[in-house]
């Protein structure tokens, strides 16, 4: 049994910063490439970064230069370090990541970690 674990959100002012975490545990062979999304009250779902095994990431518009993605390969682990926060990155952020179990690739999510920017 495969899990992500986020970890990391919480209640923060404009301007502030925070440092998410995603865990992921099991039976796994390999993890291929993680990514963040969130998804704010009465939007969609949005990918916001993601970061291959090789460490090469991407990133929508409206978080470069102010998010940054990186990974752990021996953990497992992915993060979200979030600075200069802005009322409008209030979500919850969710891990996503596929993952080798078993010789199958599979694709997972975590149940999600609320992050709330508001002063």
């Known amino acids: 049994q495969v899990q992500l674990v986020e970890s990391g959100g919480g209640l923060v002012q404009p301007g502030g910063f925070l440092r998410l975490a995603c865990a992921a545990s099991g039976s796994i062979s390999s993890v291929n490439i993680m990514r963040w999304y969130r998804q704010a009250p009465g939007k969609e779902r949005e990918l916001v970064a993601d970061i291959s095994r090789n460490g090469f990431s991407n990133y929508i518009d409206s978080v470069k230069g102010r998010f940054t993605i990186s990974r752990d390969n021996a953990k497992n682990t992915a993060y979200l370090q979030m600075s200069s926060l802005k009322p409008e990155d209030t979500a919850v952020y969710y891990c996503?990541?596929?993952?080798?179990?078993?010789?199958?690739?599979?694709?997972?999510w975590g149940q999600g970690t609320q992050v709330t920017v508001s002063s």
């Open positions: 996503n990541a596929d993952i080798w179990s078993a010789a199958n690739l599979r694709n997972y």
